[in-house]
């Protein structure tokens, strides 16, 4: 029988009535590398919904937690039922799901909705959270593969070797009896240019907003070595560079296809070696694309020149995570950049009049009502035009994640109960606050952080309506549709 692959981003954050409306970049990257092998494959991305909001408040997540358990206990979730009408239709013969931790026992109930439907179909687990754990992933009688770490190369082996030579397929983990098998690690991919760029045309829930295709990836890898950070599991802490010349063609392409003016660089630390970040802006430049485009990097890679060059490219907004105002508990996390390199590069990001978005972590093993106040404390002083604020997950496989059971914070890893391990949960795996208290706590910095974000939102319409004048121009077919969330969202 022929070959037919469906993927999966499973549901999460539609169970608290928001919607992700970013097509799922990595899935993205195996369906075009399973297309380029002449294998059929759709994407599906079951965290996208073009009935309901893909921005809510904080407060409403942690409001909607219950229904959020309560959702993955059985297969009834509109989302589930829509995986199981796709798959009805479709009649993959493999299905992929790509598995990030707060995902996992959401990923587990499509696991068991695809089995429902036909027991042969062959359920693979990717992405980060099986690479770290495959082992225990694998013993879930609805998974029948892992891969671990990059997936372009092993998806292609997989698909073809499912017929007979599963043995020479690296870097996938699975069963044969009561045996759990671990092939070798595969090497990672050198070329970064011979990755085909992710196939956004084959999404099944397509949208006419232009940024649900805007996210790009133009590095593989970070150099640094925060404790509560899993992205070296996959990529390893060494970094690979797609070159400028390449990832510039993908903008064009998606610009060109998609009628996308705004682009956002997720990679870890895009602006981890300056004289590459400036060959890319080069490349926007000489090619007069006239983007805008966002990316995140560590405060300390922040220069004056590097700000004025990017600017000069299109560059809008900045983002760097700050976690904690305490140094110690900085130090602690080894956070590659200090709380004086984080104030000179707000300081040089409103300098060039850019926006500035920082991400604040509270609820760290060392976390005390003092070092969270002091955390609210450098937000203000930061004064950035977005401030995100979430509860320390220990994700497994991270130092940070060694450190919670050294300290009791959890027991073992069979008893761990996943459903709590995300963004939303409203408690913190701390000790030094009550549990009680823990939660008024979150509600109160949760409710600071929000009445920050608003009153920034106004100042910046009014200090800065260029800005946003562009970014809605930038957006012409959704500009409105943006303008009314924005009211929303302010009145609210
Ligand atoms: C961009 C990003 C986001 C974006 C997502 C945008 C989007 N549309 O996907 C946003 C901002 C929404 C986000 C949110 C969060 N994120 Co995030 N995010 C990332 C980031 C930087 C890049 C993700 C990405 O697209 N990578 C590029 C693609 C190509 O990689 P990939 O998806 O891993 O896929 C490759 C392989 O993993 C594998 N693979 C993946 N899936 C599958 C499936 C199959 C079947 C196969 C065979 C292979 C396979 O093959 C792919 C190609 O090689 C990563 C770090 C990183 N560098 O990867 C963190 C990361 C994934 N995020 C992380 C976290 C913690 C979060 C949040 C919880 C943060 C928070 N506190 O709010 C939320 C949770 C979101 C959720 N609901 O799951 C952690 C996950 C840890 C964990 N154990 O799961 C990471 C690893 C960073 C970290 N700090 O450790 N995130
Ligand atoms: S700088 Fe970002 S990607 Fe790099 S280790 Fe720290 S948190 Fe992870």
């Not at 499973?10 to 399973?34: D, M, R, T």
């Not at 080069?282 to 560590?298: A, F, G, H, Q, Y």
Request: aromatic share 10%.
């Amino acid at each position: 029988m022929k070959a037919r692959v469906l993927l999966i981003d499973p549901p999460f954050q539609v169970f608290f009535e928001q919607s992700h409306n970013q097509f799922p970049l990595g899935l993205g990257y195996l369906a075009a590398s399973l297309e380029k092998n002449g294998i059929e494959t759709l994407i599906l991305n079951a965290d996208y919904s073009p009935t309901i909001k893909s921005v809510v408040s904080e407060k409403q997540m942690i409001d909607k937690y219950e229904d959020y358990i309560n959702a993955i206990k059985t297969h009834d979730h509109p989302s589930f039922k829509e995986i199981r009408a796709i798959i009805e239709d479709y009649n993959p013969t493999i299905v992929g799901v790509t598995v990030r931790t707060p995902k996992y026992m959401s990923a587990l109930i499509v696991a068991s909705v695809v089995k429902s439907v036909n027991k042969n179909i062959s359920v693979v687990f990717g992405g980060v959270h099986p690479t770290l754990l495959p082992e225990i992933v694998i013993k879930n009688e609805n998974v029948d593969f892992v891969v671990r770490g990059e997936g372009e190369i092993t998806i292609v082996e997989l698909v073809k070797g499912l017929v007979n030579d599963i043995e020479n397929v690296k870097s996938i983990t699975y069963k044969r009896n009561d045996t759990i098998i671990h092939n070798p690690d595969r090497e990672l991919i050198h070329d970064m240019d011979s990755i085909p760029f992710p196939a956004r045309h084959l999404m099944i829930k397509k949208t006419d907003d232009p940024n649900y295709y805007n996210i790009i990836f133009a590095t593989r890898g970070c150099p640094h070595n925060c404790t509560f950070c899993a992205s070296k599991n996959i990529w390893t802490r060494q970094v690979r560079f797609r070159s400028p010349k390449n990832v510039v063609d993908e903008i064009e392409f998606v610009k060109n296809k998609y009628k996308c003016n705004i682009f956002n660089f997720i990679d870890d630390s895009f602006v981890v070696n300056p004289k590459y970040t400036i060959q890319i802006c080069d490349e926007i430049n000489r090619r007069k694309l006239k983007i805008k485009w966002v990316c995140e990097t560590p405060a300390s890679s922040v220069t004056d020149d590097l700000i004025k060059q990017m600017k000069a490219a299109g560059c809008y907004s900045l983002m760097f995570g700050v976690e904690s105002g305490n140094a110690e508990i900085l130090k602690k996390v080894n956070k590659s950049s200090t709380k004086e390199e984080m104030i000179l590069a707000a300081a040089l990001v409103k300098k060039y009049k850019l926006r500035l978005t920082c991400a604040f972590m509270i609820g760290f093993p060392w976390d005390t009502r003092d070092t969270i106040r002091e955390t609210v404390e450098f937000m203000k002083e930061l004064d950035p035009d977005l401030a995100g604020i979430s509860i320390t997950i220990p994700y497994p496989g991270t130092e940070l994640y060694n450190t919670y059971i050294e300290e009791g914070c959890f027991n073992k890893e069979e008893d761990i109960d996943y459903t709590y391990f995300n963004q939303i949960n409203p408690r913190m795996f701390n000790r030094n606050i009550e549990e009680e208290d823990q939660i008024k706590i979150v509600a109160n910095i949760v409710k600071i952080f929000n009445n920050h974000n608003r009153l920034k939102l106004i100042k910046g319409l009014f200090n800065n309506p260029r800005l946003y004048f562009n970014l809605l121009i930038g957006n012409k077919n959704i500009g409105v549709k943006l303008l009314i969330n924005m009211l929303r969202y302010l009145i609210r």
